[in-house]
C-alpha cells in the first residue's frame, strides 16, 4: 500500500471539545473517537487523511508516512517488552 498522499496529525485530546473532535474526525479518515490511535496515556491521538489537507487541520504540524512511524515507535505510543 502507498501513503505517498497520507498525511497524519498528532493531538492533545485535553485541547478539543468533543464536538470539536468530531469535526476533527469528519475530516479525517477515522469514524469515531473509538478509532482512533492514542497515547499509552490516553492524551494525544492520530488523525490521518489522504489527500489535499482539510481545512481543520491547517497550522497543525503534518507528519508523512516516515515520520509518523519514528513517532509512534516512541515510548509514549509504544509499550515496551
Do not use: C
Amino acid at each position: 500500500m502507498s501513503f505517498e498522499n497520507r498525511r497524519w496529525v498528532i493531538i492533545t485530546l485535553a485541547s478539543y471539545t468533543d464536538e470539536q473532535l468530531d469535526v476533527l474526525i469528519t475530516n479525517a479518515i477515522q469514524t469515531s473517537s473509538l478509532t482512533l490511535r492514542k497515547t499509552l496515556d490516553g492524551t494525544k491521538a492520530i488523525l490521518k487523511w489522504d489527500g489535499d489537507t482539510p481545512s481543520v487541520f491547517d497550522g497543525m504540524t503534518t507528519y508523512n508516512h516516515s515520520q509518523i512511524r519514528t513517532e509512534l515507535a516512541k515510548s509514549a505510543w509504544t509499550r515496551s517488552e
